[in-house]
């Protein structure tokens, strides 16, 4: 008997949640029999070793070119059309123009953009997912180039906290047989805004592999000194929703009030680096707010830490803090899409308001028990 076949859609393997939890995912595909593949806009990334070896890795053709078209502001587009005196083009790109103002939608931009993309493949498939929802680019490609008998979207955020194209997303979902959603949560509010869908919709939290985890905290890392000090932690992209700042306004507030037992480690990398190592430049921060940059694997930093804190501005299923319980260490956490979900059942937990000052005294509280 022939194995079911399934090709998982994603930008690149970068060291991030979703890309983590396309992991565990291909892992169980893999136990249940299935022939898995991976197609990336970008093959690369810092998770690229953590592949199991049986995956068959793709890179997709025309990306970008197609990109560059889509997020070229279609003024520039028109202009430059205009100039080369292509009349008939011009027109169809004004329309885009239109459609993206008066009802904030680039689906027929990106009808355009997707014809010089070639197929997949010629194989059918028994199943395609658009694993990093919602994503306009993934999501048409899966529903457009890619020839299978069953489509999946893959929701991994709140929606109501991101630009979406509500256009696209309406397009493209209509045509897929299930759309997974990583949390109640962002489930619910999915559907609130998409009714139409909420029938196709299905909860499938990610997986957290607890027997990988716990052998890959044992691995031997240069790890910081901490004299003595309890170790705060927080890991994740260094973005602006996931919070790194606020962390550091915290940490600002905690030093005023003559709170100063600790040293807070960062793992991770990001667009919101440079703004935040100004900010410890700027207050002297320096002591006790340490970033170490991106870990593929950062496990032996949750070992070593005291105190857990996820200070993001809204996620769909935070995976650190999933794996930070398996440590059995005190989280803090601002109150995001599933963070009560995430922690109804876990004892040690507490979760903020998204402020510095109350994020300071929950953290002052824990270090002063």
């Known amino acids: 008997m022939d194995k079911r076949s399934v090709v998982f859609v994603i930008n690149t393997m970068n060291v991030g949640g979703v890309e983590k939890a396309l992991i565990g995912v291909l892992k169980e595909f893999l136990k249940d029999g299935w022939d898995v593949h991976v197609a990336m806009l970008k093959v690369g990334g810092g998770f690229m070793p953590y592949l199991p070896n049986e995956i068959h890795v793709h890179q997709i053709e025309g990306y970008e070119d197609s990109i560059r078209l889509m997020h070229t502001p279609l003024r520039q ?22 459609q993206q103002k008066f009802m904030s939608s680039s689906t ?73 959603v990583v949390s109640k949560e962002a489930r619910k509010k999915f559907c609130d805004k998409f009714p139409p869908l909420a029938s ?40 602006k929703e996931k919070g790194q700042y606020l962390a550091l306004e915290a940490i600002k507030v905690l030093l005023s009030r003559e709170v100063s037992d600790f040293v807070w480690i960062f793992v991770g990398n990001g667009t919101d680096m440079e703004r935040c190592k100004q900010f410890v430049e700027n207050n002297s921060l320096g002591d006790y707010a340490v970033f170490v940059g991106s870990k593929a694997n950062p496990y032996p930093y949750m070992k070593q830490a005291d105190l857990y804190v996820q200070p993001s501005m809204h996620e769909g299923f935070c995976i650190t803090l999933a794996e930070a319980k398996l440590f059995g260490m005190p989280i803090i956490t601002t109150d995001f899409t599933g963070a009560v979900e995430q922690l109804e059942t876990y004892n040690k937990a507490s979760i903020v308001p998204y402020n510095a000052e109350n994020l300071a005294d929950a953290v002052q509280c824990y270090l002063h028990e």
């Open 77 to 98: 587009t028109i202009a430059r059309e205009l100039r080369s005196l292509r009349l008939l083009s011009c027109v169809r790109y004004s329309v885009c123009l239109l």
């Open 108 to 180: 027929l931009l990106y009808r355009r953009g997707f014809k010089a993309i070639p197929k997949f493949s010629d194989t059918e498939y028994d199943l395609a997912v658009a694993f990093a929802g919602p994503d306009a680019f993934i999501d048409t490609y899966v529903d457009k180039k890619i020839n299978a008998k069953e489509k999946w979207g893959w929701i991994h955020f709140d929606v109501t906290q991101f630009g979406v194209d509500k256009g696209i997303i309406d397009s493209v979902y209509r045509n897929y047989t299930r759309i997974n």
């Open 200 to 239: 196709k919709t299905t909860l499938r939290p990610n997986i957290v592999d607890k027997e990988s985890i716990m052998s890959l905290a044992k691995e031997n890392q240069p790890m910081l000194s901490v004299d003595g000090r309890r170790v705060v932690l927080t890991v994740g992209r260094v973005s």
